[in-house]
């Protein structure tokens, strides 16, 4: 973890989304899958949203700022060249249909599980 993230991350932990709030409830405390996740956790030179280091899967959570970011595309680009698996979803997809995203992050496992 560059030292230099953690502050960033932790203001970030603090300032969460409502969004955020939502999932985090949801993966905190291996609730889902048996599987330990950490929010807003530094990877190389980027702070990532929730990601579990065991599967190398990475949850991106995007509000409108994100549509079509270009930046965005690059940071995916270097978290996956790194070996991770990255999947995002939109915020209101969180907020109005938590069950789905849950569904399709528990799909996520369970492909992480059988690579």
Request: aromatic fraction near 8%; hydrophobic fraction near 40%.
């Amino acid at each position: 973890m560059e030292r230099k993230l953690t502050p960033i991350a932790r203001r970030l932990r603090r300032n969460a989304t409502d969004a955020e709030t939502m999932l985090w409830r949801r993966l905190r405390s291996r609730q889902l899958e048996d599987i330990k996740f950490r929010r807003q956790f530094p990877i190389g030179r980027y702070i990532v949203d929730f990601v579990s280091i065991e599967l190398k899967l990475v949850i991106e959570l995007d509000g409108g700022q994100h549509a079509e970011s270009l930046a965005d595309t690059e940071r995916t680009r270097w978290i996956e060249a790194n070996g991770y698996t990255v999947i995002r979803f939109w915020n209101n997809d969180v907020i109005a249909n938590l069950e789905g995203v849950l569904d399709s992050i528990r799909q996520e496992i369970l492909n992480a599980r059988t690579r």
